[in-house]
């Protein structure tokens, strides 16, 4: 119930259906948990995200009145970490093929030793 797990691009969906899905899906989640502001998390660097989806997100998270921001690799930059430790709601953005497994286990100790509510991810081909 608390997990977002769809993946984009795949062939038989548009992508903007796609995209649209996940919206309303992590709306719902925060609504019922009346998250009002979260922060996005990834073990990528900035330079191999898709950041026009972080600001696609943001934007239309922004109009249902939730306050998202995104950061970049927690484990390698201390802004995003700080901006962790001001949020407690944790949407995870990773990469197949791309993310590391140990890196993405590192940054979810990190999420449990803040006792940060992780609300689920998002995983991209």
Do not use: W
């Given at each position: 119930e608390n997990c977002i797990y769809n993946i984009f691009f795949r062939k038989k969906y548009p992508v903007k259906e796609q995209q649209a899905i996940i919206i309303m899906q992590l709306f719902l989640i925060c609504k019922k948990r009346n998250v009002k502001k979260l922060f996005i998390a990834t073990t990528l660097q900035s330079k191999t995200m898709d950041m026009d989806l972080i600001s696609l997100l943001i934007n239309e998270l922004q109009s249902y009145g939730i306050t998202a921001v995104f950061g970049e690799n927690i484990l390698q930059n201390s802004r995003s970490f700080q901006n962790l430790t001001q949020?407690?709601?944790?949407?995870?953005i990773e990469q197949i093929n791309v993310s590391k497994h140990s890196a993405l286990k590192q940054e979810l100790l990190i999420f449990r030793e803040q006792e940060a509510n992780v609300l689920g991810a998002i995983l991209l081909l």
């Amino acid at each position: 119930e608390n997990c977002i797990y769809n993946i984009f691009f795949r062939k038989k969906y548009p992508v903007k259906e796609q995209q649209a899905i996940i919206i309303m899906q992590l709306f719902l989640i925060c609504k019922k948990r009346n998250v009002k502001k979260l922060f996005i998390a990834t073990t990528l660097q900035s330079k191999t995200m898709d950041m026009d989806l972080i600001s696609l997100l943001i934007n239309e998270l922004q109009s249902y009145g939730i306050t998202a921001v995104f950061g970049e690799n927690i484990l390698q930059n201390s802004r995003s970490f700080q901006n962790l430790t001001q949020n407690d709601n944790i949407l995870v953005i990773e990469q197949i093929n791309v993310s590391k497994h140990s890196a993405l286990k590192q940054e979810l100790l990190i999420f449990r030793e803040q006792e940060a509510n992780v609300l689920g991810a998002i995983l991209l081909l």
